[in-house]
């Protein structure tokens, strides 16, 4: 079983929502600290979107997510959602999940995560 495995992606139109799940297993679920969701867009490196951190329940959003894009939880399903919606064709990229087993608090920076999904392609089509 996968640390993290994303759900969800698909093709939808400009305007459409769509709603990403990753399952947490068990033993990264019981030592989670950070739980965040990167995007890729094709070419590119791997973008912030959001995060929660699991202690404190604070949640952050880039820029661009704030107002469209919400992340929650379900503790009971070890799962972590990205909900998106108004979306556009800059959304179109692979998203991942992620999460810091050694988290000092740079929620931002995805070169210090250590655990991440297979990712799930998100495209946006006008």
């Known amino acids: 079983q996968a640390q993290l495995e994303e759900s969800g992606g698909g093709l939808v139109q400009t305007g459409g929502s769509l709603r990403l799940s990753c399952e947490v297993s068990e033993y990264t679920f019981n030592n989670l600290q950070i739980m965040s969701w990167f995007r890729q867009p094709r070419g590119k490196g791997r973008e912030f979107v959001a995060a929660i951190n699991w202690r404190a329940a604070a949640i952050y959003y880039a820029e661009f997510a704030k107002g469209r894009f919400t992340i929650s939880r379900d503790n009971a399903k070890r799962t972590v959602y990205l909900q998106m919606s108004a979306l556009k064709p800059d959304d179109t990229a692979v998203y991942y999940c992620?999460?810091?087993?050694?988290?000092?608090?740079?929620?931002?920076?995805?070169?210090?995560?250590?655990?991440w999904g297979q990712g799930t392609q998100v495209t946006v089509s006008s």
């Open positions: 992620a999460t810091d087993s050694q988290y000092r608090g740079n929620f931002k920076l995805d070169w210090e995560y250590d655990i």
